[in-house]
């Protein structure tokens, strides 16, 4: 490729496709218009023989070529925003980036009724897109560019991925109101008794909990594993199963006909994590969005 021949603007412009994820929204960030755009677009697909960005309901989604091509792209552009005087501002007021995170149901429970309110009012026209992952491919999502952020525990994470503590996490159990035996107080001998609903989006029939057990030597009967806890309250309410769920997510849900109680035995809870690629360590909207995330989670009670 005649690097003489190729307009420097086209990488902006891929970069803003990449980050916004909509052709307009593209267009807003480097001050285009729609149609400008399109056809700096139209001008990449030539340059590199690809589609690139594809149309999809919520904007335009990247292809595998414009997801290898998001490294090398943004490094190249990194190195001559820093000889040039650093890096471009941000401007939460003004922004319509998208964010796109990984992260469970029980996380957004807990963080996202206190980081949506600040984003309404001081960052209105950025989006938030969250996703849901098998922990194994966290990684390769962070290291292509197809997501911003995960939150989750991955304490075998490359070097590459940066992180950030963000809130303690203890564990509380429900079961049903009309339990035969579980009215006062759990015991160990009554949790490990009956069966459990184990909520994870891994698709396995062993948790967190589980992990504990094994580390005393004891093991419970997991009858049913689900990727989602709105289901939970009407299976607790209407069998002696036990469901093992974040104290947070416990505290914010006002569930009919189930009981709390404590887990059984001590543990030290663990910390929720943030993670992005190093790559984003100095984007000022991401680097931004990371400020917001880790102030809301300071006002979490574990």
Request: hydrophobic share 45%; with cysteine.
């Amino acid at each position: 490729m005649n690097l003489a021949a190729v307009d420097l603007n086209l990488l902006v412009a891929f970069d803003a496709l990449l980050s916004e994820g909509s052709v307009s929204g593209a267009a807003a960030r480097i001050g285009l218009s729609q149609p400008a755009m399109s056809k700096r677009l139209a001008h990449l697909r030539r340059l590199f023989a690809d589609d690139l960005f594809v149309r999809h309901a919520d904007g335009v989604r990247p292809t595998e070529k414009a997801l290898d091509l998001a490294d090398p792209i943004r490094a190249a552009l990194r190195q001559i925003q820093d000889a040039l005087g650093g890096f471009r501002q941000f401007s939460p007021e003004q922004s319509g980036r998208i964010f796109r995170i990984v992260t469970t149901d029980h996380i957004a429970a807990t963080l996202m009724p206190r980081l949506m309110p600040v984003l309404r009012s001081a960052a209105p026209r950025i989006s938030i897109i969250l996703r849901s992952l098998h922990r194994q491919e966290i990684v390769d999502c962070l290291e292509k560019g197809s997501i911003d952020l995960a939150i989750t525990i991955l304490p075998d994470a490359p070097t590459t991925i940066k992180r950030a503590s963000l809130f303690h996490v203890n564990w509380m159990s429900i079961v049903s109101a009309e339990h035969p035996e579980i009215r006062e107080a759990m015991t160990l001998e009554l949790f490990l008794k009956y069966p459990h609903v184990l909520v994870t989006h891994v698709g396995d029939l062993k948790g967190y909990i589980d992990r504990l057990l094994d580390d005393r030597g004891l093991k419970r009967d997991v009858a049913m594993s689900l990727p989602y806890a709105l289901a939970v309250p009407a299976i607790i309410a209407q069998t002696n199963m036990i469901c093992t769920l974040s104290a947070n997510v416990i505290r914010l849900t006002a569930w009919p006909r189930v009981r709390s109680f404590p887990l059984p035995f001590d543990y030290f809870g663990y910390q929720e994590t943030l993670l992005w690629h190093r790559r984003n360590d100095s984007d000022p909207g991401h680097a931004w969005l990371r400020r917001m995330l880790i102030r809301v989670s300071e006002t979490v009670t574990p």
